[in-house]
């Protein structure tokens, strides 16, 4: 009902830069928040940033004042541009979306992207 695809992964240096995007798609009628969750090998998912309909924006301290959560004019398509990062930055990040669909609006779920490997490495 709701389909989400992650694209910018990959690999890059220390102190390097990558832009994360977004797309949602399907019978979706309306998005109340679009986010970025990361999962490091053996660890638990975390949530990265947020961005909400109203706007209103969570970072993770790790990521706070290196990363920047934006959506784009369509509001389903939400980008994360990463500068600065760090070893510890790697990890599968993740699009989430709790959204409400066509025929269903007030029932709100969430939904997931496949995910894209983020590597940090010298």
């Known amino acids: 009902q709701v389909h989400l695809v992650e694209s910018g992964g990959g690999l890059v240096q220390p102190g390097g830069s990558l832009r994360l995007s977004c797309v949602a798609s399907g019978s979706i009628f309306s998005i109340a928040s679009l986010g970025w969750y990361r999962q490091a090998l053996g660890q638990e998912r975390e949530l990265v940033a947020v961005?909400?309909?109203?706007?209103?924006?969570n970072y993770a301290d790790s990521v706070k004042d290196r990363f920047t959560i934006s959506r784009e004019t369509d509001k389903k398509t939400v980008n994360l541009q990463m500068n600065w990062l760090k070893p510890e930055d790697t990890a599968v990040y993740s699009c989430k979306a709790r959204a409400s669909v066509v025929g269903s609006r007030f029932t709100w779920d969430d939904y997931w992207g496949q995910g894209t490997q983020v590597t940090v490495s010298s």
């Open positions: 961005i909400a309909s109203d706007g209103k924006i």
